[in-house]
């Protein structure tokens, strides 16, 4: 049975998901911030509060009335005010609005295409890499992606770890020395309040001082108002062994005055911060989206590390680019970007085959001298002899 352990408070007139995220135990005075801010994270979870920011398609609408059992609608006002409200095909509105789209699924899709549940050693446990692990934190998000590939998971009743849960995990990883990097994942471990996100690494710091982790969050992107300087101060405190933050944006109109605030607060305790884009159609996949976006991560010290081809989740058809026009996407990128600023096209593979690069081949084979030869970005043949 999950259970929340965090503090109980009334979040105006909010109910369902952000009533999640509030219903929770007050740990110690230092999370009174924690009340203010939440009460201040207006949300829209319904059709009639969303009709109040935009002018629902015929297809969104059907979603409401359609829907079965999905991933619920979870948008933060924030994120609401970075959309036209006039425009239907707004490339931030497709990531967070449902449509009635979602309700096809191919024969390929599945509910866990990567293969996560066969690789959880424990509840919220992924071991699907040999020296890396994920820990699902939370099932809690401050707005929920259409895109998601855990919707099995996200928004599911489980809410955050529990403290028995947690006992269990750490006592893993002290058996399991080969894991030199934690996912702290979810959902998004942001949503859990200072003290009990400050808990969850000091309980992993005590039993693996050496243990690399990755903070994967859209909070910068989605709610940055959550990264406090409270919060950074904790997070500042577990540094002595990297700890990195790894968010997404995934458009360039994300990249605010107030998110490359949040990022700056990471950056200037030195925690570096990454960038994981997903591919999504309508949203980014054309050439001059993606060059802008990656120069403009780049610009506010965000490195881009990958780029994801979408995953074969069950819903997201609609979302997910051709391989092929993923592929072209990249060799276009490759003209266009700095080493800096290109990030890493890659797959994760169905049936928990792994993360694969793909992207163009510049090697093209040896001549009848015995010489490498190699086509560049731009298409021209060069020559390279070994000793």
């Known amino acids: 049975m999950c259970t929340s352990p965090l503090l109980s408070i009334q979040c105006s007139s909010k109910k369902g998901i952000l009533q999640k995220i509030c219903t929770r135990r007050l740990d110690v005075e230092s999370d009174i911030w924690y009340i203010i801010l939440m009460e201040q994270h207006a949300v829209v979870t319904n059709k009639t509060e969303l009709e109040h920011y935009l002018k629902l398609t015929e297809n969104e609408k059907r979603w409401f009335d359609d829907k079965g059992d999905s991933l619920p609608l979870l948008i933060s006002t924030y994120y609401l005010g970075l ?17 009635v789209e979602e309700l096809n699924y191919t024969e390929m899709e599945t509910r866990d295409p990567l293969a996560e549940e066969s690789h959880s050693v424990l509840p ?51 058996e399991h020395i080969e894991v030199k990097e934690l996912l702290l994942t979810g959902g998004d471990p942001l949503t859990l309040t200072d003290s009990k996100l400050e808990h969850v690494l000091g309980s992993l710091r005590a039993v693996r001082s050496d ?33 990195y933050v790894m968010t997404q944006f995934n458009h360039y109109r994300e990249i605010t005055e107030e998110s490359r605030t949040a990022v700056s607060r990471f ?38 590390y990958y780029l994801f081809q979408g995953d074969l989740v069950g819903g997201t058809g609609h979302l997910r680019v051709p391989l092929e026009q993923g592929m072209q996407l990249e060799a276009l990128l490759r003209q266009r970007l700095s080493g800096l600023a290109m990030p890493v096209y890659a797959i994760d593979l169905p049936e ?29 043949k060069r020559t390279y002899p070994d000793p």
């Open 124 to 174: 919220r446990l992924v071991h699907r890499y040999a020296n890396r692990v994920a820990f699902l934190v939370t099932d809690t998000c401050a707005t929920y992606c259409r895109h998601c590939f855990r919707r099995r998971f996200t928004a599911g009743g489980c809410s955050h770890v529990s403290e028995q849960e947690l006992s269990a995990i750490t006592a893993y990883l002290s």
């Open 83 to 99: 959309m036209d409200p006039h425009d239907p095909a707004d490339p931030l509105r497709r990531q967070v609005v449902p449509s």
């Open 267 to 304: 950056v200037d305790a030195g925690i570096p911060v990454m960038n994981q884009t997903v591919l999504l159609r309508g949203v980014n996949d054309d050439v001059q989206t993606l060059e802008t976006l990656m120069n403009n991560l780049v610009a506010i010290r965000v490195k881009p």
């Open 352 to 380: 928990g085959g792994g993360k694969v690069p793909l992207g163009s081949t510049y090697l093209i084979g040896k001549d009848c001298d015995g010489h490498w030869q190699f086509r560049t970005a731009s298409g021209e």
């Open 211 to 243: 243990l690399v982790i990755r903070l994967c969050t859209r909070m910068p992107a989605t709610f940055p108002a959550r990264v406090t300087d409270r919060l950074i101060s904790i997070l500042a405190s577990y540094t002595k062994v990297a700890l």
